[in-house]
Structure formats: structure tokens, C-alpha cells
């Protein structure tokens, strides 16, 4: 069995879907009367839909009941899965499928961790679900990243310990977690912003297979 496993977080990573979450979110805010801009839906990378709501709502000023908040979750996704349904493979982002596959012809174990309660259609979508031997989304979590609940779940189901598991995330959030579960954490995004990572790659397009090697050398000798 190996003794590494690679867990990767879903939207920024594998496919771009913040811009359909800020899409979503910025047409409730226009409904709400509040300014919501691109910047400020960076805070809201790898974050749970409730959270996310509860900063809305401090942007605005707005107190509401838990049912108008359950309302308005309810409807932030259902506008959501509308930009989603017309997913496929060309919203796979760059090199993404290379990585995958290579470490599949490893037999390298991978998981999806994700704040994202639509992981699996989106997978399904994208014809990426066979590579993954676990997923873990936002509907078995009830901690939001920085926690590391999600990653600590996924090295679980892999059957690992947290050592021996490498993360690629796009968020601050996302990264944070991983190192504080004793994981090695791979930026993918602006490598200013994730300077809290192990390594940073603009892309998968900048990572090639002797990294990808090294890495599983460097986990397999961790004790």
C-alpha cells in the first residue's frame, strides 16, 4: 500500500468556479443593495456558504432572521447550480488531467477536499471523478477551513497519516489548514499571496513529474 496520498481542493484548483460563486453572490448583493466586487469575493475562497453569507451580511450591515438567512442560502445556490449545469471538460483548468493521471499510473491515492457542497456533480461534470479514491465536501465537514477537519477526513479515508499527504489548494484559508495539519501545502494561484505554502506554482502547467517524484520520495521518508 502506498504509503502517500495527494488531496486536492476543487474550485481554483481543478476547475474555476469562483467565478460562477461570485457571480452568485454578487446578484444577491445587487438584490441586497450592497457593492460586492471581485476583491471582495477573494475573502470568500475556500469558505463555507454560510460563512460566506455572514460576511455578506456584515459588508451590508444586515441583520436577518434564520429563516430569511436559510432563504437567501437557498437561493445563492440555486443560482449557482444554474451557471454550473452547463459545466464540462473545458473547465478543466491547465495540465490539471497530466498531474491526475500521472499519479493514477503511480497508484498513488488521491483525494478531493472541498468546502464545496456541489463537488460531486461538478466532478461528474468534468469527467474527473474516476481518479479520486475519497472525496470530502462541504456536506460531511462542519468545520470550515483554516480548520483542517477536511484534509484530516481525507487522510482518514485514504487510509494515511496526515504526514504523508500533500495539498493543493488555491486559498489562504486552504493553506493554512494544510500546514496545520502537518501537510505539505502546494500554492496554486498568486505565489505573493499563498507565501504561507511549502511551494507555489502559477499553475499545474509549472509543475513537472520529477517534482511531482520528489515529493512522493519526501513523503515516503517521513517518519
Known amino acids: 500500500m ?19 460563486h461570485y457571480l452568485a453572490w454578487k446578484n444577491l448583493a445587487d438584490e441586497l443593495g450592497i457593492d460586492f466586487t471581485q476583491e ?4 470568500f475562497k475556500g469558505v463555507s456558504r454560510r460563512r460566506c453569507l455572514e ?28 451557471y454550473i449545469s452547463g459545466m ?3 473547465e478543466i483548468l491547465p495540465d490539471v488531467t497530466k498531474i491526475l493521471g500521472y499519479l493514477k499510473e503511480k497508484g498513488i491515492p488521491m ?35 483554516p480548520d483542517p477537519e477536511v484534509f484530516l477526513i481525507a487522510a482518514e479515508k485514504l487510509g ?6 500533500v495539498v493543493f489548494e488555491d486559498a489562504l484559508a ?16 498568486d505565489v505573493n499571496i499563498l507565501s504561507n505554502a511549502d511551494h507555489g506554482f502559477k499553475d499545474f502547467t509549472e509543475i513537472d513529474f520529477n517534482f511531482i517524484n520528489d ?5 515516503k521518508n517521513k517518519n
Open 2 to 20: 502506498s504509503r502517500t496520498g495527494f488531496i486536492f481542493d476543487l474550485d481554483g484548483v481543478i476547475v474555476d468556479t469562483a467565478k460562477y
Open 40 to 43: 471582495d469575493n477573494e475573502q
Open 55 to 82: 460576511l455578506l451580511l456584515e459588508m451590508g450591515n444586515i441583520s436577518v432572521s434564520k429563516e430569511q438567512f436559510d432563504n437567501w442560502l437557498e437561493e445563492k445556490n440555486e443560482d449557482y447550480l444554474k
Open 88 to 90: 464540462d471538460e473545458s
Open 111 to 145: 483525494a478531493l477536499g472541498s468546502a464545496s457542497k456541489n463537488a460531486i456533480p461538478i466532478l461528474e461534470k468534468v469527467s474527473l471523478l474516476p481518479y479520486f479514491d475519497a472525496i470530502v465536501d462541504g456536506n460531511q465537514v462542519t468545520k470550515a477551513k
Open 160 to 165: 494515511l497519516e496526515p504526514l504523508h499527504c
Open 174 to 189: 486552504g493553506i493554512e489548514a494544510a500546514n496545520i495539519a502537518g501537510m505539505v501545502s502546494i500554492g496554486i494561484g
Open 215 to 219: 515529493l512522493i520520495i519526501l513523503l
